[in-house]
């Protein structure tokens, strides 16, 4: 046999042996979906049902082999609802709760140390599913199914549904930081996008030479901009801009090391608390926390000019926000603290 006929015979090989693979992962997907849908009283000729089952054959293999059948299948019936616009009932929420835990059980043993945290982490999102649901905000609601992908994800794996470690220790520090980013988020009305829009693009202020190289090759190294692309960021910055991003980078490995523990809110109060010689609110805490997880993003809107003040207060909200939590913690100093340091 020739070379090329064997490197054919091996590609069909690996194509067939893909999708075998590929088959039997979807008809694992079908069956979780199936089990779901049966808990849930859902029946086949709902939109969701139909939708779902829609989406099964436009997953790719990688996905599929990614996680287990059903948590995959818990993503998918939660994509399905946001297209057609459904709305979970508490108790529907609740079903899915409760097939995943026993999916996650079915993997664990009963003798395992963190048993007991588990089921007290799983009563605790009950309990509270079941008794506040109805008073969340619309907005809350809309976006609970994928909090509870994220928590569910954590307990299984450690991880949340875009692969950020958390601890399954922290599950509920995690669920509660997520419901509180999401009503942080609605008051703020968060917009992140990538591209700024026409009327967002930056107009110097001032044509300030930045000199200070290390602010320069630090942003360079966080952003992984090249520092004249840097450079020429700065120079239409405001002075209290400069100055916070020049705070942050200057307390970059602090802010790492927050970055490092947000998923565990105890810890995070714990070291903040330490760190400031005071004590913190919770509502603060799972500020600082948000603010934190956002600091990439909160340079890279700095450097880009995309928080444009709003007209009828003047400032940026997500901006301000944002520079609240940092300033919560030590990172940046706020505006009446800079003025005072001047005037001592």
Do not use: W
């Not at 054959?57 to 609802?81: D, H, T, Y």
């Not at 802010?255 to 947000?262: C, S």
């Amino acid at each position: 046999m020739d070379a090329i006929n064997r490197k054919s015979m091996n590609l069909d090989l690996k194509q067939s042996i893909q999708d075998d693979t590929s088959s039997h992962l979807r008809k694992s997907l079908y069956e979780e979906l199936l089990h779901y849908f049966d808990n849930m009283k859902i029946s086949s000729d709902d939109l969701l049902y139909s939708t779902s089952i829609s989406f099964v054959e436009k997953i790719s293999l990688r996905e599929m082999q990614n996680q287990p059948s059903f948590l995959e299948a818990v993503r998918v019936i939660v994509q399905a609802a946001r297209t057609i616009g459904y709305n979970f009932s508490p108790f529907e929420l609740s079903d899915i709760l409760t097939i995943s835990v026993g999916e996650i059980r079915k993997a664990r043993s009963t003798e395992e140390k963190n048993f007991q945290t588990f089921d007290q982490v799983v009563f605790n999102i009950y309990k509270d599913l079941n008794e506040n649901f109805q008073s969340f905000s619309e907005s809350l609601k809309a976006s609970y199914p994928e909090i509870l992908v994220n928590v569910i994800s954590v307990i299984h794996s450690g991880k949340d549904a875009l692969g950020e470690r958390i601890d399954s220790y922290n599950a509920e520090a995690y669920y509660r930081t997520r419901k509180a980013q999401q009503y942080l988020t609605q008051s703020l009305n968060l917009d992140f996008s990538t591209e700024p829009k026409a009327n967002q693009i930056r107009k110097p202020v001032t044509e300030r030479v930045i000199s200070d190289k290390g602010l320069v090759d630090s942003l360079a190294q966080i952003t992984g901009r090249s520092t004249d692309s840097i450079h020429d960021a700065l120079k239409g910055l405001s002075e209290y801009d400069l100055n916070s991003i020049k705070d942050l980078c200057n307390n970059y490995a602090k802010l790492q090391k927050y970055y490092d523990i947000a998923g565990d809110e105890q810890e995070f109060k714990e070291r903040a608390e330490k760190e400031l010689g005071k004590k913190l609110l919770d509502s603060q805490v799972q500020h600082a926390i948000l603010s934190v997880r956002r600091s990439k993003v909160y340079i890279e809107n700095i450097l880009d000019d995309k928080f444009v003040p709003d007209k009828t207060h003047g400032i940026n909200h997500v901006k301000h926000n944002l520079e609240y939590g940092y300033q919560l913690i030590g990172i940046i100093q706020s505006k009446r603290k800079r003025k005072n340091r001047r005037l001592d």
